[in-house]
């Protein structure tokens, strides 16, 4: 039976540009509206950006502009980035926008007249960058914020309260009756024993700043952040206000309300926001699926630290489908998973270039050569594996829509590569160019093609919502338009006629060629100029040993443009250190050089070769580099 599904992505902070992480949660509710259009189901896909508080207020401020013109800025180039994506959401709402601000203030509005928001005082450590109060337990070292690790500000002020406690039974009584309500399992739990520690009540405005939405009845008071955020899933809907048709039909009397958030948020998704909605008396329709972060190997993806990927770098060198392949396969729903290009180009070449690659151009080819590219369906069957590969098709089928139903899509897509094993292997076993040699082996042939053809009739089917460009492709190939989840099956086609030449569709990539390019890439962003980095204190500036050390020796690395490999004398020690000066310095002009080196940077290999240090240099552009050097002082000296 067709049924409504409504789905959203969190708001995304209007701070900066949005990064593989942050894009994966988008493509991952994309998969999930796509394979539930695939079904059938009445679907609406929403996403949107989170366009206030104190850290866009002060972003905004340092790059000259007003928190207005940023966050439309922001808005922007996500709605761009998601296009370029080809994310499929229907509406994108922004949290500075009239629908939203207008039902916000009612809603608070709402809680202060039934009593559920009161009047109080608070003083806290507060972390900007997180924009969320914590505990003196919760604190890190120096009291750092334990999210960010970033210091955090004693701030007092009046401020309004929602009252959680009162509702903190109803809720562990609401996520026991409703087992799916919070998933993974080990989430659920992370959560219920969280309410069971006592729940403090939350502070919900704010006076220390005003880039936000100002309270009704008090607008010195504006409100805070996550009763605006999170308020988002229904304003979108038009809730509160006169045009509220999407409300009713995808929310109050909706089959399906699925909010799919990270790790980080999970507390303000499983308990903030259905308390919100028991005391404004809206039914909790929702699920809530909480994945876990891509990181990279050397920790957290930040903006600040520059450790980062951008989903169009990738995009442009491999293809849309591709990354959207790969998060969504690396991803299991609930843990971590780390994202590198090793791994990347890996999974590329195997399952993509390799696997299913292979088997549709293996597969054009041969029913053209035998076939002249028609493709019949067979009376009957000829050998064992034919029924079985059947089996395998329709067991997969099974478990493809159980999985991508709880958005297992991880587990899906290995049930669908086992398919495609399974069908590579087919061919192995009944070696179609041997049957080509006897003429009275055609029609068994021809039932070979055929299981073939369904197999990967029924792949792409399944793919579609993971690998959208690919998938129209494919179809186009096999000349099918029996694409449809109701196509989904064995024995469906009748005829076909493919493709004489298929091209390539994910082609072969040189990993280490790949993976030297990305190097280098990655040694390019670390220069960002005009880019102020994150304040640290005279503590974190003092762990840099800076020292004036003496090049003695200079020479290109081989096969490499950029890299220089220089021993340089550190206080009477001799030390390799790579840099990527070559574009700008030769090895001549360096030797005799009084540089300054990071003397206690932890050694790495680049391109196999030790790099024990790193001399700095000033950089205004790509194009230009000067190393800094100093004139008097020897290399005993210390820098700082
Ligand atoms: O939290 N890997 O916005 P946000 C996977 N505005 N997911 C990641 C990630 C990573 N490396 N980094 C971030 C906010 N995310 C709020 C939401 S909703 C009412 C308000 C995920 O831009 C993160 O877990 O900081 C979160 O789900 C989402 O990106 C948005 O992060």
Redesign the pocket.
């Known amino acids: 039976m067709k049924k409504t599904c409504y789905v959203t992505t ?4 209007a701070s900066g540009n949005v990064h593989i ?2 894009s ?2 988008t493509i991952v509710c994309d998969c999930f509206a796509r394979y539930n259009r695939l079904k059938g189901n009445d679907t609406f896909f929403l996403t949107g950006m ?1 366009e206030h508080g104190l850290k866009i207020e002060e972003t905004a401020k340092k790059q000259g502009l007003t928190p207005q013109q940023l966050v439309d800025k922001v808005a922007e180039s996500t709605k761009e980035l998601w296009k370029k994506l080809n994310i499929t959401n229907d509406d994108f709402i922004r949290t500075s926008e009239e629908r939203h601000v207008k039902v916000v203030q009612q809603i608070f509005e709402k809680l202060l007249a039934n009593g559920d928001i009161y009047l109080g005082k608070y003083e806290g450590d507060y972390c900007v960058s997180c924009e969320a109060y914590f505990t003196k337990t919760q604190l890190g070292e120096g009291d750092t914020c334990p999210d960010c690790g970033k210091p955090t500000r004693k701030i007092q002020e009046e401020s309004y309260f929602l009252n959680l406690k009162k509702y903190s039974d109803r809720l562990l009584d609401f996520i026991e009756k409703n087992p799916n309500f919070i998933q993974p399992e080990s989430r659920r739990n992370e959560v219920v024993s969280f309410i069971k520690q006592g729940l403090e009540d939350l502070c919900v405005s704010r006076t220390s700043f005003k880039w936000g939405i100002p309270v009704l009845s008090n607008p010195k008071h504006v409100i805070y952040v996550w009763i605006d ?2 308020s ?1 899933y229904i304003t979108a809907l038009g809730y509160g206000s006169e045009n509220d048709e999407l409300y009713k039909k995808f929310w109050l009397n909706g089959d399906e309300v699925v909010h799919v ?5 999970l507390r303000f998704h499983a308990i903030y926001w259905p308390i919100m909605l028991m005391a404004l008396d809206i039914p909790i329709k929702y699920k809530l699926y909480v ?1 876990g ?3 990279m190997k050397e920790g957290k ?1 930040s903006k600040s630290t520059g450790n980062i990927v951008y989903p169009m770098d990738v995009v442009n060198r491999y293809g849309l489908d591709a990354l959207r392949y790969y998060l969504i396969r690396e991803m299991p729903l609930g843990n971590d998973s780390i994202f590198s290009y090793e791994r990347f180009i890996d999974k590329y070449n195997t399952d993509l270039a390799n696997d299913l690659g292979n088997l549709i151009s293996r597969t054009v080819a041969m029913i053209n050569k035998y076939f002249g590219g028609q493709v019949v369906k067979p009376n009957k069957n000829y050998f064992s594996y034919d029924s079985q590969l059947e089996e395998t098709l329709e067991l997969t089928i099974n478990k493809y829509n159980d999985y991508f139903s709880n958005f297992r899509f991880q587990n899906g897509i290995n049930e669908i590569w086992n398919l495609i094993s399974r069908t590579n292997k087919y061919i192995d076993e009944t070696a179609p160019w041997v049957l080509a040699k006897d003429e009275s082996q055609k029609e068994s042939l021809n039932c070979v093609m055929y299981h073939l053809f369904e197999s990967i009739r029924n792949i792409n089917i399944m793919i579609s919502p993971i690998m959208p460009d690919a998938s129209e492709k494919i179809s186009e190939y096999l000349g099918t338009n029996l694409t449809k989840f109701e196509d989904l099956g064995y024995g469906k086609t009748v005829a076909s006629k493919v493709i004489e030449k298929a091209d390539v569709l994910f082609k072969r990539l040189d990993a280490i060629k790949e993976l030297e390019y990305q190097k280098e890439e990655a040694l390019k962003k670390m220069v960002k100029p005009n880019d102020f980095k994150d304040e640290i204190t005279i503590d974190d500036f003092q762990k840099v040993d800076l020292r004036v050390g003496e090049v003695i020796s200079a020479e290109k690395m081989e096969k490499s443009d950029k890299l220089l490999i220089l021993k340089v004398n550190v206080s009477g020690e001799i030390r390799q250190i790579v840099s990527g000066i070559a574009d700008f310095y030769s090895p001549e002009e360096m030797v005799g050089k009084k540089v300054v080196v990071v003397a206690n940077l932890k050694p790495i290999k680049l391109r196999g070769y030790d790099s024990q240090g790193m001399i700095l240099a000033a950089s205004s552009s790509k194009k230009s580099l000067e190393v800094l050097e100093v004139e008097k002082e020897n290399s005993n000296a210390k820098v700082g």
């Open positions: 969190p708001i995304y902070y992480g942050n994966y949660s989170d955020a999170l988002n958030v990270g790790k980080d948020i994945h972060w891509f990181l993806m």
